[in-house]
């Protein structure tokens, strides 16, 4: 009979847990040794369904009982390789070729959900897709005669509170802060989040019914109000929209509420700075896709108020498929 191996790596360690799930619609494989792993993957993922025949994402998520919770981890990517590292017993790696990670943490850190999520999770599973099949922009997207309007804009320029303005008018609701584009889409496919939707904490002046839902402070350091749309049954949702215009907001604009058209190179040039650099192969794919999605036409959006960008958003033309 073979003796028995030490195991310093943990290589061999049981991970009796597993779970799938789907964020933003492609597969995850998850196996770990804890429970508040799958539980922190169901309140982020559980909503999803698969939407794309893509092999799985692998994670191995071993947790033990050392270490304090994380730090906020330290993020990069050298080729098809992704490192988060915050200390000695709570580091993740992740290769983008094979689509697999392996996460080490502490039981402090599994158990609180939200750190969990934001910064090992989410994070992982999100910068894999970046490397293959999505690119990842900092926009809101709502729909209207399911025609799909991508709002770019800065940060504070107002796209989650517009977003939100305009599925409360009638627009579909794709996604507030975050949509992803389907990398080489023919039809520009965006990707949202339209199971939760997040306001600054205080949203309520803009929207009476959000009195009284409290805001948290979220691991970015930002208070916010996040709620799921469920509690909006007159908000219709989408999970996937093809987009058709694309709009530019400037809320502090001096003069008349307006929208101005504006070329495709400057939205073009907008877009791509907004965008991270993961080396020069995915780099390439992404410019590639925002290049086919910047043939579209673009619109820059001036206003001061809701009332006035919902109007304005109404009277932008569809253009033909």
């Not at 999505?134 to 926009?139: G, I, R, T």
């Not at 796209?159 to 627009?171: D, N, P, W």
């Amino acid at each position: 009979m073979q003796p028995k191996r030490i195991d310093p790596l943990l290589c061999d360690r049981d991970l009796a847990l597993s779970g799938t799930f789907y964020p933003a619609g492609f597969p995850l494989r998850i196996a770990t040794s804890s429970p508040h792993v799958l539980q922190a993957a169901a309140e982020s993922w559980a909503p999803f369904t698969r939407e794309f025949d893509t092999p799985p994402m692998e994670f191995r998520i071993v947790v033990e009982a050392a270490g304090d919770l994380a730090a906020e981890p330290t993020f990069r990517v050298q080729r098809h390789l992704l490192s988060f590292v915050s200390d000695a017993h709570n580091f993740a790696t992740g290769d983008s070729l094979t689509l697999s990670a392996s996460f080490h943490l502490s039981e402090k850190t599994a158990a609180d959900h939200a750190w969990l999520r934001w910064f090992f999770l989410e994070s992982m599973a999100y910068m894999l897709l970046t490397q293959r099949y999505v690119v990842s922009l900092h926009a809101a997207c709502v729909a209207r005669e399911g025609a799909g309007f991508l709002i770019c804009g800065k940060s504070g320029s107002g796209k989650s509170t517009l977003s939100f303005a305009c599925a409360r008018a009638g627009f579909t609701f794709v996604s507030d802060d975050c949509t992803w584009l389907l990398a080489n889409s023919e039809n520009r496919m965006a990707i949202g989040k339209p199971h939760h939707v997040r306001f600054r904490h205080d949203a309520a002046r803009h929207f009476p019914e959000l009195a009284g839902y409290p805001a948290s402070v979220h691991p970015n350091g930002k208070r916010s109000i996040e709620l799921p749309t469920s509690l909006f049954p007159a908000i219709r949702t989408a999970g996937r929209c093809a987009i058709r215009c694309l709009v530019f907001l400037d809320r502090e604009s001096a003069g008349p509420a307006r929208v101005e058209r504006m070329p495709a190179a400057d939205a073009m040039e907008s877009l791509l700075a907004d965008l991270p650099s993961y080396g020069a192969e995915v780099n390439a794919l992404h410019e590639m896709t925002i290049h086919h999605l910047t043939g579209l036409p673009a619109w820059h959006l001036r206003y001061r108020t809701l009332d006035d960008a919902i109007r304005l958003l109404s009277e932008i033309p569809i253009p033909p498929e």
